[in-house]
């Protein structure tokens, strides 16, 4: 549970223990509330972080790379989801 944006930190450094692997980049799906939609967080091999937003506003045309301090706000607006998404995993492991 994300209950810092230290917690957002640490998380970010050990994305891939939380992720799934789709043979590229780890990646993380997690629902979003407002606006309704999907967040896809994903990392690549070499360390940089991507994003892709798919809801009722929007839909990014390709995965659009961020910096780790502007996706650690990024994170901890969407804590819940965040939240949610890892526990969904753990259960399902």
Do not use: Q
Request: net charge neutral; charged share 30%; proline share 2%.
């Amino acid at each position: 549970m994300l209950k810092s944006k230290e917690e957002v930190h640490v998380f970010l450094k050990t994305f891939e223990v939380f992720a799934n692997w789709n043979g590229k980049k780890h990646f993380l799906t997690m629902e979003t509330d407002n606006p309704k939609g999907i967040l896809t967080i994903l990392k690549s091999p070499d360390g940089e972080f991507y994003y892709h937003r798919k809801n009722e506003l929007y839909w990014d045309i390709k995965e659009i790379m961020v910096e780790k301090d502007i996706l650690t706000d990024i994170i901890w607006a969407f804590r819940t989801a965040v939240n949610k998404s890892i526990n969904e995993m753990a259960v399902s492991k």
